[in-house]
């Protein structure tokens, strides 16, 4: 059986995630009582961690948005965008208009959409094949910038 996939409740779980970003993991106490703040190590890769799970669920809400604009995208596998650095994040596998085989990195808050040539590769190809811009005016005040904002920016550019 399919799974069904409500793109809101998606988002709103992602958004939830996304306003957690910077909160330190909780100190650990050990068998003596005392208590541990976490080192920056552990700190990060928790961080890194939230970051892939806020946009696993952004990327569902936007290839849900996609797909009742009848483009066929998929959730694919975290990638790094080397625009961005070095972490990873969930990106889309769809077609272009001319049918180019893409990757779409979705970082959660970003302003800066990338779409890049598909490859096997965990570190995305430079140069994009198409950088877009959205307005400033799409990130929220909580620095959210929601999925249907990003599936009808990438609408243009992708095959249906």
Avoid at 46 to 74: P, W, Y
Avoid at 80 to 109: F, H, I, N, S
């Amino acid at each position: 059986m399919a799974r069904t996939l409500d793109p809101a409740r998606a988002e709103q779980d992602a958004r939830t995630r996304f306003a957690d970003l910077g909160t330190a993991p909780p100190a650990v106490r050990d068998d003596n009582g005392v208590e541990h703040s976490p080192d920056a190590r552990y700190t990060e890769i928790c961080r890194r961690a939230k970051l892939i799970a806020t946009s696993d669920g952004l990327a569902d809400a936007v290839t849900a948005h996609l797909s009742t604009a009848g483009i066929e995208a998929e959730v694919h596998q975290v990638r790094a965008d080397p625009a961005e650095g070095d972490e990873q994040v969930m990106t889309l596998r769809t077609t272009t208009a001319d049918g180019t085989p893409v990757l779409v990195p979705l970082r959660p808050g970003a302003t800066t959409l990338r779409i890049y040539p598909f490859t096997d590769s965990l570190v995305l190809p430079e140069p994009p094949l198409h950088v877009i811009e959205l307005p400033t005016t799409a990130r929220s005040a909580d620095g959210w910038v929601d999925a249907t904002t990003i599936a009808q920016t990438l609408k243009a550019h992708l095959h249906p």
